[in-house]
């Protein structure tokens, strides 16, 4: 069924062109708003009857389901407008906030479900058990479990975050049915308030859910680091050309999928011709827009390449390798005239050392200064890749 829909609906095509991800999120949206509705009608019929708040409470939960799917259609087709001259990047970041907005409603529905919970069992009330409302309440779980498989299916297809979500709100509704479902049927054989007790596990069970969702959607927005895979790509592409003696400083500017941009700093020999290398450098940028759909901008670095400077790129490696082994170093140049004797570099530290940038520094300097007698100029930095 959810192959038949994805062929019907959504063209083939690459997970970051805008017109699939655009119809994938429409597809999931109206499913989501329809099946939910059906959910509402259905338990509100069977939860008046029976005279079950807790049903009733689950047909609310399916209404804020179907809020959050109006709410994920309406991200991703404002995800989908062209870039103007307001948004230049485009509008791709709207589809992270449309998941947090989802999160967040993971979160309120497990408030929900735990305020209930607990009403339930300071003031118990019996329920009048009816096939019919069993009836409904397994089929709301089988409509849960196909509609957690069918967004699960479609994030996987698209990369996006905002539908497993969406997929994770399924996930935690199949629990939250079962327990209701549970609570009516042994409702009936027991004055203890069980489905109050189990309300309280499963919205704690919600709540993690939910804060997980709530991780994953705001890392883009807040800035993610580059993923390792494509950092490693990318390193070996531009290392492929022969006046590339190494690149650092990789960024990744992350403007919604589909909408990314690449920084890093090339080295390249000082002694070049600067021409040359300047269509060299012109030339990566397009392989990299050809290869990943990524734009890039890549700024020169012209290093020395001598006896002396080898030498000196040693030392300092060593030296930082001793008091970090997962540090690197990169721009190094030797200034020695007159009465100066510097040597410029910037260094990469991991994130949580147990020493401070400036401790790392002022430790690098005394090294150096003591086996080389060159004043050290350094800069710290961290990684913007995924360790």
């Known amino acids: 069924m959810s192959e038949l829909l994805l ?13 699939v991800r655009a119809r994938c999120g429409q597809l999931s949206g109206i499913t989501g708003i329809i099946l939910n509705i059906l959910l509402v009608a259905g338990k509100l019929t069977v939860g008046i009857i029976a005279g079950s708040v807790a049903i009733i409470a689950d047909a609310v939960n399916n209404f804020s389901d179907a809020a959050s799917s109006v709410i994920t259609l309406i991200g ?3 995800a989908g407008q062209k870039p103007d001259k307001e948004h230049p990047f485009g509008h791709g970041r709207i589809e992270y906030v449309a998941g947090l907005i989802v999160s967040v409603l993971i979160i309120f529905m497990g408030f929900e479900l735990a305020w209930s919970s607990i009403e339930k069992i300071i003031t118990p009330s019996p329920t009048e058990f009816s096939y019919a409302a069993m009836g409904v309440l397994i089929a709301a779980i089988l409509v849960k479990v196909w509609l957690f498989w069918f967004n699960r299916k479609i994030a996987k297809r698209i990369n996006s975050a905002s539908i497993a979500a969406t997929a994770t709100d399924s996930l935690s509704d ?28 499963v919205a704690l069970f919600i709540f993690r859910s939910g804060w997980g969702a709530v991780k994953s959607t705001q890392a883009p927005l807040l800035g993610r680091p580059m993923s390792k895979e494509l950092a490693d790509e990318i390193d070996k592409l531009a290392l492929e050309h022969e006046n590339i003696l190494g690149i650092h400083d990789l960024i990744y500017h992350d403007y919604g999928p589909g909408r990314a ?6 080295e390249v020999p000082a002694d070049g011709n600067l021409m040359e290398t300047h269509e060299m450098i012109d030339h990566i940028e397009r392989e990299i827009r050809e290869k990943f759909g990524i734009e890039a901008v890549i700024h020169m670095d012209p290093i020395v390449v001598d006896g002396d400077t080898e030498e000196m790129r040693t030392l300092v490696e060593g030296v930082v ?9 990169h721009d190094l ?33 005394d090294e150096i200064q003591k086996r080389s007698g060159f004043n050290a100029v350094l800069h710290i930095d961290h990684p913007f890749i995924e360790s």
């Open 7 to 19: 062929r019907l609906f959504v063209p083939n095509g690459s997970a970051d062109d805008p017109e």
């Open 76 to 78: 991703f087709r404002l």
């Open 174 to 201: 199949v629990i939250a049915t079962t327990v209701v479902l549970a609570a009516l049927i042994g409702g009936q054989y027991t004055d203890f308030p069980i489905d109050g007790v189990a309300g309280i596990i």
């Open 261 to 266: 941009i690449v920084s890093f700093h090339a």
């Open 321 to 329: 390798k001793e008091l970090c082994p997962d540090a690197t170093i």
């Open 333 to 365: 140049r030797i200034a020695e005239w007159d009465k100066i004797r510097n040597v410029y570099f910037d260094v990469i530290v991991p994130y949580g050392m147990k020493q401070s940038d400036e401790e790392i520094a002022a430790k690098i300097r």
